[in-house]
């Protein structure tokens, strides 16, 4: 008999970031990429940063839902 056992999700939390200024040129770097991406500024934003924690060795499930950070990178994963 097999046994079914319920996934384990990790919680969602919110993620409050405070306001910051950069330079212009960073800015619209930063806008055309995620809109190239199809994604908004603080998605890309935030995938960039998970991208670069997981490259560093950081282990956590993932970034808007457990285990989306296979779909990242065209779907090669970190």
Sequence with gaps: MQTYQQPSFEPLVPMMLNDNRVTRSFREAL???A???GLTVSEFAL???A???KRSGRDFSGI??????SELNG???L
């Design 35 to 37: 809109d190239r991406h």
């Design 64 to 69: 808007f839902r457990n285990g989306d950070l």
């Design 31 to 33: 806008f055309e990429a």
């Design 75 to 77: 779907g090669m994963g």
């Design 51 to 53: 991208e670069k924690l």
């Design 47 to 49: 995938r960039a940063a």
